[in-house]
């Protein structure tokens, strides 16, 4: 991403914009499958919930983010919970992922096609993505409105079909709406 992202993502943040205070539902309902030990990166973490969850969960734990105001809020929030994250401003895009270093990897309400090869392969043997992000296919206005930005249909799956999907949750438009989790794709898969 060029330099003005960063700085657009910082004015983002520095307005209290785009701040969870939880883990994205993909981990929160799935976090028992997480290992009991290992080294777990987020990827495009923003303020850190999911790293803070990681952490928290026994794992040593990386989180980067292109923006400096995030990664602050977030070293403030380990810092006050007591816990280890390892934080690095960087643009994600550009940033080299190690081979086969990450026990697991969250990344959520972030696309970049270009980097699931290299997503997957920082994956150790048996390491986890847990991945949820917008989709096209959408009920309400949620999310990013370019659509360069949200999934097309399946495009999860596709994206990931190197590895052993252990769970996928798509619903689309399908249905009763006002039930069930509606605009976006959650996945976790495992490289084997």
């Keep these: 991403m060029p330099h ?44 850190g ?10 794992l040593i734990t990386s989180a980067w983010d292109i923006s400096g105001e995030a990664i ?3 070293r403030e929030r380990a810092v006050k919970n007591n816990l280890a994250v390892k934080t690095r401003v960087c643009d994600v895009t550009t940033a080299r992922l190690p081979a086969r270093r990450f026990d697991v990897i969250t990344v959520s309400y972030f696309l970049e096609r270009a980097l699931f090869p290299a997503i997957i392969n920082a994956l150790k043997q048996n390491g986890l993505l847990f991945y949820q992000t917008w989709l096209r296919e959408r009920h309400t206005e949620k999310g990013p ?12 799956l596709q994206l990931c079909s ?27 898969g495992q490289r084997r």
């Design 4 to 47: 003005h992202d960063a700085e657009k993502w910082n004015a983002r943040y520095r307005a209290g914009n785009h701040d969870r205070s939880g883990p994205v539902q993909v981990l929160s309902e799935f976090g028992y499958l997480l290992p009991r030990k290992g080294k777990a990166l987020d990827l495009a973490c923003g303020t």
């Design 49 to 58: 919930a999911n790293a803070l969850f990681l952490a928290r969960h026994g």
């Design 72 to 74: 602050s809020v977030l």
């Design 145 to 156: 409105h370019n659509d360069n930005f949200r999934l097309g249909a399946n495009e999860l």
């Design 162 to 188: 190197s590895l052993h999907i252990i769970h996928y949750r798509e619903e689309g438009l399908t249905g009763d709406r006002s039930q069930g989790m509606r605009d976006e794709a959650m996945l976790i």
